[in-house]
C-alpha cells in the first residue's frame, strides 16, 4: 500500500504515469486527460497515449493514498470510456514510468514505494528502465551492464564515458532512483477535425482533390467561427482494406484563412504520390490551435490577397445568415481580381 500524504513528508510516493493502449483515438485520450483532472490539477499530458499526474496535493484533499486514487482512476476510464489503463506510481517520473511499463496489458496499479525504490529497480533489464533506448541499452549490455542494479553500482564517470556526457549522467542517476524533475502542467494542444467518406472505393484523383478541397473550406470555416488560428495540418488518407497513411506539417505561419490551408493540404496529397490506391475516405486535421488574437497579424502587400481575405469574410456573413452550404468550394476559391 502507497505511504499517506503526511504534511510536510517529501518521500511519498505521489508521481502517478498513465498508460492508455497503443493507436488511442486523440478524441478519447482527451477525455482520459479530463478525467485525470479530476484527481489533480496538476496533469502533463505526454502524447500520443501516456500522462503524468503530480497527486501529492491530492493525497489530502481526497484523504486517501495513491494506489486507491490509482484504482479508482482505472475504474473511471473502464466505466465510462472502455478503456484500461496501465498506472506506475513512484517518488519520481523515472520510477513511476518504469512501473508503468512493467504492467501487463491489459491494465493495472504498481506502486513503488520510496523505501523498497533501489530492490525493485535492481532486478530489472536495463531497457526497462525508462529513458534507456534500444541503442544505449545495447551499448551498456556489451560491457556486461544488463540489468538495472550493475548500472547503479557502476561509477558515473564509467557511464558518461560509455554513453556519453548528458545521457550516462541521466542514466546513473535514474538507476539509482533520482529524477528532479517536476510533473509540469502541460495540456494537448487543441486541434479540429474534418471528415470525408467516398460513397464507393475511389481512384479518382479528380475526386480526391475535390473532397479534400471541401474539407479545406469546412475546416478553415470553423476555425474562423471559433476565433482559432492553426499552425499546422495532419491529412489521413484511409485506403480499402483498412490501411491509412498520415503525415503532418507545419503552416509557414499560424492561419484559418481557405488559401493558407488549401496550399498546405495540396502539398500533403502530393506527398503521398498517390497511383492506384483505392481510398474510402479523408481526415483533415487543424493542430496545434490557438486564439487568433494571440497571433500577429502581418500587413501584407499582396493585392490579390487581400482581395480574397476580404472575399472570406464577406462569405462567412453569407454563410452565419443562409447556413455553411451556402457556398461552395468552388465559389470559394475562384480568382478575385
Known amino acids: 500500500m502507497a505511504a499517506e500524504a503526511v504534511s510536510g513528508d517529501q518521500r511519498v510516493s505521489s508521481v502517478m504515469h498513465v498508460r492508455c493502449p497503443d493507436r488511442l483515438p486523440e478524441d478519447v485520450f482527451r477525455q482520459v486527460l479530463e478525467l485525470l483532472a479530476e484527481f489533480s490539477p496538476v496533469v502533463q499530458a505526454l502524447p500520443p497515449s501516456a500522462a503524468l499526474v503530480e497527486l ?17 482512476l482505472r475504474v473511471r476510464t473502464l466505466s465510462r470510456l ?7 506510481i513512484g517518488q519520481t517520473i523515472t520510477v513511476a514510468a518504469t512501473a508503468s511499463g512493467q504492467i501487463d496489458a491489459p491494465g493495472g496499479v504498481l506502486t513503488i514505494e520510496p523505501d523498497h525504490v533501489v530492490d525493485w529497480l535492481g532486478p530489472l533489464p536495463v531497457e526497462a528502465l525508462h529513458g534507456i533506448g534500444p541503442k544505449h541499452a545495447a551499448a551498456l549490455r556489451e560491457y556486461g551492464v544488463h540489468c538495472v542494479g550493475l548500472l547503479a553500482a557502476v561509477p558515473p564517470a564509467t557511464v558518461q564515458r560509455l554513453l556519453g556526457g548528458r ?10 532512483g533520482i529524477d528532479p524533475r517536476p510533473v509540469a502542467p502541460r495540456a494537448l494542444p487543441a486541434s ?10 475511389t481512384l479518382d484523383g479528380a475526386l480526391v482533390r475535390a473532397a479534400l478541397l471541401d474539407l479545406v473550406v469546412q475546416l478553415a470555416h470553423q476555425l474562423r467561427h471559433r476565433g482559432q488560428v492553426a499552425r499546422g495540418l495532419t491529412l489521413t488518407l484511409r485506403f480499402a482494406g483498412g490501411t491509412s497513411w498520415e503525415k503532418t506539417r507545419r503552416l509557414p505561419e499560424a492561419s484559418a484563412h481557405d488559401d493558407d490551408l488549401r496550399t498546405l493540404a495540396y502539398r500533403l496529397i502530393d506527398a503521398a504520390g498517390l497511383q492506384r490506391g483505392r481510398l474510402t475516405g479523408l481526415v483533415l486535421k487543424g493542430e496545434d490551435l490557438v486564439d487568433a488574437d494571440q497571433v500577429a497579424q502581418q500587413i501584407s502587400l499582396d493585392q490579390a490577397r487581400e482581395a480574397r481575405l476580404v472575399a472570406e469574410a464577406a462569405g462567412d456573413r453569407i454563410r452565419a445568415k443562409f447556413g455553411p452550404g451556402v457556398i461552395g468550394p468552388a465559389a470559394t476559391f475562384l480568382r478575385v481580381s
Open 192 to 201: 479540429l477535425a474534418v471528415r470525408h467518406t467516398f460513397a464507393q472505393h
Open 82 to 88: 472502455g478503456v484500461d489503463v496501465r498506472v506506475g
Open 56 to 72: 501529492k496535493g491530492a493525497l489530502r484533499y481526497h484523504g486517501t493514498d495513491a494506489r486507491r486514487l490509482g484504482e479508482v
Open 167 to 176: 545521457a550516462g549522467r541521466l542514466a546513473a542517476d535514474r538507476a539509482r
